[in-house]
């Protein structure tokens, strides 16, 4: 069974920083890994998406990256600002069946304050 | 509307009403999703349609009863729900077979009292 953990749970950081968000899954047979975010109460936006065959992806101040046979991706957000403030969530899918499964991690919560 | 829409967005309900959430994609896509998002777990997969047939039912109870009538359209149908039930219910959308990149909605409320 896919289990995803992610790593600070929670981060309250400055304006101004660069942050680095981490998630771990353990079984690397994935077919694409999903970053999203999430404001309190509403739903989640997708941030990036990086394929099984790609390394990494990036948008604008973020970045991430993906290592399969380590069964690690991280989000780098660079020079943060107090709207980057939400909950920031991971993904991975399996294929099932000719279906695509998502399992997610806690999240990470993050506080940037000016 | 574009994207991801649910309705209603906060639903009340005792615990024997019968209540329906709704869901409607305006992506074009080909697989729906409905998700149970309670405080401090992770999100949890409830069903998966892909080409309106139901590919997955992650162990969910019997009292909550998915419809999906055609590819843009998904209902969450409730009975006989319990308070442990309260969440937030999140409707998803992505195109199998491409990037099955996915998308929200913004989510219904639901209280059970």
């Known amino acids: 069974k896919q289990e995803v953990t992610q790593i600070p749970a929670a981060l309250s950081v400055p304006e101004g920083e660069n942050l680095v968000l981490n998630c771990s899954f353990t079984?690397?047979?994935?077919?694409?890994l999903q970053w999203f975010r999430q404001d309190p109460g509403k739903g989640l936006t997708s941030l990036l998406l990086?394929?099984?065959?790609?390394r990494e992806q990036t948008s604008g101040r973020l970045n991430a990256s993906l290592d399969k046979s380590s069964g690690r991706s991280t989000l780098y957000i660079a020079a943060s600002q107090p709207g980057d403030s939400a909950t920031y969530l991971c993904?991975?899918?399996?294929?099932?069946?000719?279906?695509?499964?998502?399992?997610f991690g806690r999240g990470t919560s993050l506080i940037v304050h000016p | 509307e574009t994207g991801v829409t649910q309705t209603p967005r906060h639903l009340v309900m005792g615990m024997t009403n019968k209540k329906s959430l709704k869901c409607e994609q305006h992506?074009?896509?080909?697989?729906m999703y409905w998700y149970k998002q309670s405080a401090k777990k992770p999100l949890e997969l409830m069903f998966v349609?892909?080409?309106?047939?139901?590919?997955e039912n992650n162990s969910v109870p019997s009292r909550f009863s998915p419809e999906c009538p055609n590819s843009s359209h998904l209902f969450l149908h409730l009975h006989t729900l319990q308070p442990e039930d309260s969440a937030l219910y999140l409707c998803?959308?992505?195109?199998?077979?491409?990037?099955?990149?996915?998308?929200f909605g913004p989510g219904t409320r639901l209280t059970v009292l």
């Open positions: 998803a959308s992505s195109q199998e077979e491409v990037n099955n990149e996915q998308f």
């Open positions: 079984d690397s047979a994935i077919y694409n």
């Open positions: 990086i394929q099984s065959s790609q």
């Open positions: 993904a991975v899918r399996r294929a099932s069946g000719g279906s695509y499964i998502p399992t």
């Open positions: 992506l074009g896509h080909n697989a």
């Open positions: 349609y892909s080409l309106e047939e139901r590919v």
